[in-house]
């Protein structure tokens, strides 16, 4: 068989999984790698500014599509840059691969120029990760790398290849089939835990579900959106989650957590039976779990990693297994036993719910002179009809972005949650854009985010990725702003983006459209002209000048209970309402 | 609570690195560990002794499981086992007490594996209060130096930790 190098074997590889771009940045390490792309056609290579950038592209590669997004970066500050997008993807269990140049075999420990042990800087944030020292190894390696990247709960994978592997020979051969005796995670559930779910929701009074990003990765929006209709029952989705269920469905009660809708928390709280889909109760979610759990509740937990389940927050019916089979498995058991809640239960609840969704907590007043960053949203959804890919950076406008614009499937919201990466909107809305060529992409930032990897518009344009970015910019860190005005008495430490750059200009230095707009009155045909035919291949930055002393409400400050959120003014006094005085649930059932 | 693990791994370059890793970065506790590889050269076998709540205890097991390299993790709590541990001691003997210390080492079935005129080497096994014990018993002023590896566990009767 003929022998080819390491280099040609990594390429060979990444054609062999079927990759359609490498996101990428060269340098000495990765120099073999470089020119076999060159000598093939079969995928491309995008040649990013910064690596955090291409981690971040082929994280919302993955994000937005069934496929796998690759990276690859040099060693030393290339791995290093990576390490941030790596981080971000694991916080989310983002599959994704990474491969990073290392120095020579023989190299190694001597601190060779740009060296970096890359596998022990990566090992807390990656799902696996690999050092391949001899050629013989790498194609098994890449076998393994997505196959583990993707398979149970999925996660970047980096594989370190130091450069005489790319330079070494020995035969090809893509191996079909892998088994790795020490790894084989579950899919189905045990039907008996299964049995009792269904039998749990049938004794519920006040059913809830619950769902995450699990739900999101897994492919499971239509057993999701099944099992709500079926049962007919309220359903929460978490930062992560959202587009699981379609943001406009009557069941939907918005997102929960931190910055959560008033209905969607207190029904939370004040659940009885809570099935809990691919999400792991985390701290922005349920806040304190003894707040959480002093209103007595049953809990169905559904995750595919056993260590999300009793990790925050003990559950009555653990389930293992991946969502989608849970889900389809858990459907057939209620029909199987035509179990239903009890219907005069679930009319009471729901009347409850509709008493708590009245005041309409994500209510915001206008104004004639100040843009308010909640109406940008809208009209953005109004525009796109709700079916736009957004992507978002972190801050208010990422919360706004999750309040607003109501996803109506899943993978079409891509933000980063678990890290809460500044500088990810930008690369993220580029990744996207490739997975999805003909999907209108939007990305919804702030001017401190987007001036974490502003550098991306160049490769924006390199690729002709038209996304449409909306910046919120309010002049502040408008959510460390907003911390300080309820926290530390508005001292705004080192919260204000002074020698703001005209972002106008910067977009059409980058060879880019832009507008700033200033006047409410503007909004609408700005975004109007951007989404219309005549700029569709072009990518357009707006700048809106968003009124600076906008806050993000509800909020559930550290420590208190989802029963204890801060309200926007027109519910203050609210809040205080005790749950058990209102409906009273002692003789149902 | 103490508890001790046993789990077994892949025998492969980093793979340790990757469970004291995760113990650290999580903050739970090692006591112990002790690893080599098993009769199978492809597999290595971990005794881990660490402490924690019922919960804490759950939670490590079952991130050690999440490892890819682990094969399996078992709780020796969960069931009667056998603890050894291996203490190398090198104790002043001289004098009376030269004979005092063989006396000791005797007694606790230990053995002197190392003479010189004015010292003993000397080996113990047992579960780890036992070796506690030892060191107790002698007079402090008179250890030189001691070397334990840590504990090693297994189930007691036909139960086994295989792959
Ligand atoms: C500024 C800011 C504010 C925030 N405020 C909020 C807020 O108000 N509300 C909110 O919800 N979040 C908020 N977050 C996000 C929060 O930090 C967490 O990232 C998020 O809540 C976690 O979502 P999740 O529970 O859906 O879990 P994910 O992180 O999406 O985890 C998914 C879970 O599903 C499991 N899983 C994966 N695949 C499968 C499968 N196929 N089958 C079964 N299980 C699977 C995984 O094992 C994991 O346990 C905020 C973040 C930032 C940066
Ligand atoms: C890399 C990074 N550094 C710091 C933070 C802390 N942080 C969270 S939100 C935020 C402010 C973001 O400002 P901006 O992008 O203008 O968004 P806004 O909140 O004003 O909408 C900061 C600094 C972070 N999340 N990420
Ligand atoms: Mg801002």
Redesign the interface.
């Known amino acids: 068989m003929e022998h080819i190098s390491g280099a040609e074997i990594v390429t060979r590889c990444l054609q062999a999984e079927g990759v359609e771009f490498v996101f990428g940045y060269p340098g000495g390490a990765v120099l073999e790698i470089y020119d076999a792309i060159f000598r093939q056609e079969q995928f491309k290579h995008v040649l990013v500014r910064h690596e955090q950038a291409a981690v971040h592209a082929a994280d919302a590669y993955s994000r937005s599509s069934d496929k796998i997004g690759v990276a690859l970066v040099t060693s030393g500050p290339g791995a290093t840059n990576a390490l941030t997008g790596i981080a971000t993807a694991y916080m989310d269990s983002i599959p994704m691969v990474v491969i990073s140049g290392q120095v020579g075999t023989s190299a190694i420990g001597l601190d060779a120029f740009q060296e970096v042990d890359m596998?022990?800087c990566s090992?807390?944030i990656v799902?696996?990760n690999f050092?391949v020292k001899d050629v013989r190894d790498l194609a098994a390696t890449f076998k393994k790398a997505f196959h583990?990247a993707k398979t149970g709960r999925p996660g970047p994978v980096v594989i370190d290849v130091p450069k005489d592997v790319t330079i070494n020979k020995c035969a090809f051969e893509y191996p079909e089939t892998l088994s790795?005796?020490?790894?084989n995670p579950p899919t189905k559930g045990h039907p008996g835990q299964i049995k009792k779910a269904a039998q749990l929701l049938a004794e519920a009074k006040r059913p809830y579900i619950y769902v995450g990003g699990g739900a999101v990765q897994g492919g499971a929006g239509a057993q999701v959106t099944e099992l709500v209709k079926l049962l007919g029952v309220p359903c929460t989705n978490t930062l992560m989650g959202l587009g699981a269920l379609d943001g406009t469905d009557p069941n939907f009660l918005g997102m929960l957590g931190m910055h959560g809708t008033y209905e969607a928390n207190l029904a939370m709280q004040y659940c009885d039976v809570l099935i809990a889909v691919g999400a792991r109760f985390d701290d922005r979610v349920i806040s304190v779990p003894s707040q959480f759990l002093s209103n007595p509740k049953r809990i169905v937990h559904i995750d595919v990693?056993?260590?999300s389940i009793?990790?925050r927050v003990k559950v009555d019916v653990p389930i293992v297994g991946d969502v989608k089979h849970v889900l389809t498995d858990l459907i057939a058991a209620l029909k199987e036993g035509n179990l239903r809640p009890n219907p005069d239960a679930l009319a009471n609840w729901w009347k409850q719910i509709n008493e708590w969704r009245k005041p309409n907590s994500l209510l915001y007043t206008p104004s004639d002179e100040l843009i308010k960053p909640q109406s940008v949203v809208q009209k953005l959804w109004e525009i796109t009809h709700g079916e736009a890919i957004v992507t978002s950076d972190v801050g208010q406008h990422q919360m706004w972005a999750a309040q607003y614009y109501k996803f109506r499937r899943p993978k079409q919201w891509i933000n980063s949650g678990g890290l809460g990466t500044m500088g990810f909107g930008l690369p993220a809305a580029m990744g996207a854009q490739l997975a999805n060529p003909d999907a209108v992409v939007a990305c919804i930032t702030g001017e401190g985010s987007i001036q974490m990897n502003i550098q991306e518009l160049s490769t924006c344009k390199q690729y002709n990725t038209p996304v449409k970015v909306l910046s919120l910019n309010n002049r502040y860190l408008g959510m460390v702003r907003q911390w300080q005005e309820f926290f530390y008495g508005t001292r705004y430490s080192h919260s204000y983006m002074d020698a703001l750059p005209d972002f106008v200009k910067i977009a059409e230095a980058y060879g880019h459209v832009g507008f700033k707009i200033e006047n409410p009155a503007d909004v609408e045909p700005v975004l109007r002209e951007a989404f219309s035919p005549a700029l569709k291949d072009r990518l357009v930055f707006m700048d809106f000048r968003t009124d600076p002393s906008e806050n993000v409400f509800p909020m559930v400050q550290n420590g208190k209970g989802l029963n204890q959120m801060d309200l926007p003014p027109h519910m203050h006094g609210l809040q205080q309402v005790p749950f058990e005085n209102n409906r009273d649930y002692g003789n149902l059932c | 609570m103490r508890h001790i693990l046993s789990v077994l791994i892949e025998n492969e370059a980093g793979a340790l690195s990757r469970v004291t890793g995760l113990f650290s970065a999580r903050g739970y506790n090692i006591d112990s560990l002790t690893v080599q590889t098993t009769e199978d050269p492809t597999l290595s076998r971990m005794t881990i002794v660490t402490h924690g709540s019922d919960d804490v205890i759950e939670q490590i097991t079952k991130q050690l499981n999440k490892l890819i390299e682990v094969v399996k993790v078992i709780d020796l709590n969960e069931a009667d086992h056998i603890e050894r541990e291996l203490m190398l001691i090198k104790v002043r003997a001289t004098g009376k007490d030269r004979d005092e210390m063989k006396r000791m080492a005797d007694i606790f079935r230990g053995r002197v594996i190392d003479v010189t005129e004015k010292t003993y080497t000397i080996e113990l096994t047992g579960p780890g209060d036992k070796l506690d014990a030892f060191i107790k018993a002698i007079d402090a002023t008179s250890i030189l130096e001691t070397v334990r590896t840590g504990a090693s566990g297994i189930a007691r009767g036909e139960r086994v930790l295989k792959i």
């Open positions: 596998v022990g090992r807390p799902k696996h050092l583990i790795i005796r020490s790894y990693d056993p260590s009793a990790k």
